[in-house]
Each structure stands twice: as C-alpha cells, then as structure tokens.
C-alpha cells in the first residue's frame, strides 16, 4: 500500500526553466513532509521541507508548496540548472510515529 | 566521520548464503533506520531503532530478516538464506531522536544475490 505517491517517474527540462516534481499522499495523519535528492550510488540528502502548518517553504532556488486539502505536495525548482539532475524523493511522516514514508522518486534530467 | 557510514558497499553474494550489511550512525544520534531500494521501486522502509530496541519490525519482509544494534551505535542488518529478490540497494540512515524530522543516509549497500 503505497501512502506516498509520485505518478512521474521521470522529467526533463532544460536549463533556466522551472521544474515542478509532484507528490501525493493518502494518509491524513502525515503532517512534515521532506524532498529528498539523490545521485548514482549515493544515499539521498535532504533537500527541503514542510510542516503541515505551512503551506509554502522556500530555500534558494526550491519551493516546497504544500494542499493539505488536496493531499498534495510539489516542489518546484527555479531556475533549472544541469546540476539539479537526480532522483528526487517525496516523503512524509507524522509526528506520531516514526518512520518515513518514500514515494518511488522521479527522476529529473535538466538539459543544458 | 561526520556522516553516516555503510559497509560493504556493494556484495555480490550465492543463493541460499547468508550475508551481513553494517552501518555506523552519526554519533549521538539515538535513532536508526534501514530502507532498501530495488531496481524500479521507491525506499521501502524495514525497521528502525530507538537507541537498541526495535519498536516497529513491521517493515522486515520475511523472517529470513533480522537486525540488531548494540550501544547505541553500529547496526547489522543479516539476510539469512539469500533469495534473487532480496538483491536491491539497502540504505541505513539514522537522526538525532526519535520524533526528529530529518534523516541522514549512508550511501547504501547493493546486494547482488546471483
């Protein structure tokens, strides 16, 4: 039962462009959600994240945006830049429990 | 070192031998989780640790699973009687505690049961 959705495996887009990376959820109890980044043979890092109080969290060039009514989570990339190709990962957790749920990532490619 | 550490980074181990993955935490950080990844799938989470009990085995997916950590510290995952499907890149991370939000992976151990 997969609680943490990501329906686009991959993407493109080319440098200098916004990238959009989609997340759903279906379990209402979640209320931190995280964007993790990760590289070939590498574990993922953490990149962002939202508390379900929020509805938008920015850090440099990522905005996390999240629709609590929607049970959706995305997270937008501006600009672009080739270095920002990786899988990324949507989780989610509540504060109750303790474990991360893990989307299947989508995997970005910025074209130069 | 500062980060999470695995070992060994990738094993290629026979059908039917056991094997074992080892992961360091952060110092301090009383939380430990183990996930893997197979080829095409997301992070599928398989136990985690609350200082050296393991409160949630709901994750391990046969009884051919087991882990343990002992001080608080250093943790094995051991697959016994390896099987093709448990080939997959197994990811450690650990956190400070554990209700905290943010977690730190190792660079993961691949498997590769032939």
């Known amino acids: 039962d997969q609680q943490v959705k990501q329906n686009s495996p991959s993407l493109s887009v080319q440098e200098g462009r916004i990238s959009i990376l989609n997340c759903d959820y279906t379990n209402s109890m979640f209320d931190y959600f995280l964007w993790y980044k990760k590289y070939p043979a590498e574990g993922p890092t953490f990149l962002i994240s939202i508390s379900s109080i929020k509805d938008k969290n920015e850090d440099g060039r990522f905005t996390v945006f999240l629709n609590k009514s929607a049970k959706h989570l995305s997270l937008h990339i501006v600009p672009s830049q080739p270095g920002d190709s990786a899988v990324y990962f949507c989780a989610a957790s509540a504060r109750t429990g303790n474990q991360f749920y893990f989307g299947t990532g989508t995997s970005l490619t910025v074209i130069p | 070192g500062a980060g999470v550490s695995q070992s060994p980074s990738n094993k290629v181990t026979e059908k039917g031998k056991d094997v074992e993955l080892r992961c360091d935490p952060i110092s301090g950080h009383t939380a430990l989780y183990w996930y893997r990844q197979r080829l095409g799938q997301g992070l599928e989470f398989l136990i985690y640790?609350?200082?050296?009990?393991?409160?949630?085995k709901s994750g391990l997916p046969s009884d051919r699973f087991s882990a343990e950590r002992t001080g608080e510290s250093v943790s094995t995952l051991t697959i016994q009687r390896t099987q093709q499907e448990d080939s997959a890149v197994y990811l450690c991370?650990?956190?400070?505690?554990?209700?905290?939000?943010?977690?730190?992976f190792g660079q993961g151990t691949r498997l590769t049961v032939v």
């Open positions: 640790f609350q200082g050296n009990s393991a409160p949630d």
């Open positions: 991370a650990s956190s400070l505690a554990w209700d905290d939000t943010e977690a730190f």
